[in-house]
């Protein structure tokens, strides 16, 4: 079965770093569109950033551009989100989530889903 862990979440104050691991097993890696969507308290779920199979088409939603980068090792089946000058608004649990085709926004989209890794920002 399809298992999606991510790690690396924590407490870190307003300009940090922070970097997110999603451990894959159960599928074809390299087939999947990966994405990491955040949800706030009280907000909707929303995609920061995705990335394809072969890592040569990226997405970030606009409020993280320039921030944080999305990559992949296949070799090791992880997805990660380097995190840097982190904001109080990045405050969420952060999801990663696959599927197959293309990058997409929608939360519908995504088949496979982790647990979350909760990132607070604050000082």
């Given at each position: 079965?399809?298992?999606?862990?991510?790690?690396?979440?924590?407490?870190?104050q307003?300009g940090?770093?922070?970097?997110?691991?999603?451990a894959?097993?159960?599928?074809?890696?390299?087939?999947?569109?990966?994405?990491?969507?955040?949800?706030?308290?009280?907000?909707?779920?929303?995609?920061?950033?995705?990335?394809?199979?072969s890592?040569?088409?990226?997405?970030?939603?606009?409020?993280?551009?320039?921030?944080?980068?999305?990559?992949?090792?296949?070799?090791?089946?992880?997805?990660?989100?380097?995190?840097n000058?982190?904001?109080?608004?990045?405050?969420?649990?952060?999801?990663?989530?696959?599927?197959?085709?293309i990058?997409?926004?929608?939360?519908?989209?995504?088949?496979?889903?982790?647990?979350?890794?909760?990132?607070?920002?604050?000082s």
């Amino acid at each position: 079965q399809v298992q999606l862990v991510e790690s690396g979440g924590g407490l870190v104050q307003p300009g940090g770093s922070l970097r997110l691991s999603c451990a894959a097993s159960g599928l074809t890696f390299d087939s999947y569109t990966m994405g990491w969507f955040r949800q706030a308290p009280g907000k909707e779920r929303e995609l920061v950033a995705a990335i394809s199979p072969s890592s040569g088409t990226t997405y970030y939603t606009d409020s993280v551009e320039g921030r944080f980068t999305i990559s992949r090792d296949k070799a090791k089946n992880t997805m990660y989100l380097q995190m840097n000058s982190l904001k109080y608004e990045d405050t969420a649990v952060y999801y990663c989530a696959g599927r197959i085709g293309i990058i997409t926004t929608r939360v519908r989209d995504y088949v496979s889903w982790g647990q979350g890794t909760q990132v607070t920002v604050s000082s």
